[in-house]
């Protein structure tokens, strides 16, 4: 899953990483949303993910990685849940600008019990905050791991899901020792 908040870049995100030509539910913002959609920081968005994306990315020759990218908007909220089942992990996308977006997001993972990683996505106006000061203001525990990213850049995304599949490696090597 590819979650946060509304205009974190969660759709930017699975465009650039995607093998394939992604599904997306974009659609134009209309004045009829005005008083349900805060664009408090994301002035200049014209488009919103009304029901969910979808990519994969080719791991190797028979792995595949499906990427579900979340609605932001509260209204839409409710689509989650089923995306939580059968999730092995998460990214929760976070706009350092508007780090309130991203509260939500964060608790539901930890609710639902989902691993995953906080990207920070670096956009052309974002302060350079140091990771440890992001990880203080959104409460995030030293073992889930923090990263910078830009969505637009393919790479940049592809760490991101490379911290993913390393950090649910860990969780797995971990719980196997417990045992």
């Not at 664009?39 to 994969?56: N, P, R, W, Y």
Request: aromatic share 8%; with cysteine; charged share 25%.
């Amino acid at each position: 899953m590819i979650a946060g908040g509304f205009g974190t870049g969660k759709t930017t995100m699975v465009r650039s990483v995607s093998d394939i030509k992604p599904l997306t539910t974009e659609e134009t913002l209309t004045q009829a949303s005005a008083d349900v959609d805060h664009l408090i920081g994301v002035a200049d968005k014209t488009e919103t993910t009304v029901s969910l994306d979808f990519g994969k990315i080719s791991l190797n020759d028979s792995l595949m990685l499906y990427l579900f990218g979340t609605p932001g908007q509260e209204r839409f909220w409710f689509l989650w849940n089923g995306l939580f089942k059968g999730a092995l992990g998460a990214v929760v996308l976070v706009d350092t600008r508007r780090l309130a977006s991203s509260f939500r997001a964060i608790e539901e993972m930890e609710r639902q019990n989902v691993p995953f990683v906080v990207a920070l996505n670096v956009f052309p106006d974002s302060k350079d905050y140091p990771v440890e000061e992001i990880r203080d203001a959104l409460d995030i525990p030293e073992s889930i791991p923090v990263v910078a990213c830009d969505a637009r850049d393919r790479a940049s995304s592809r760490d991101v899901l490379v911290t993913l599949i390393r950090h649910l490696k860990d969780r797995s090597a971990v719980a196997l020792e417990s045992r």
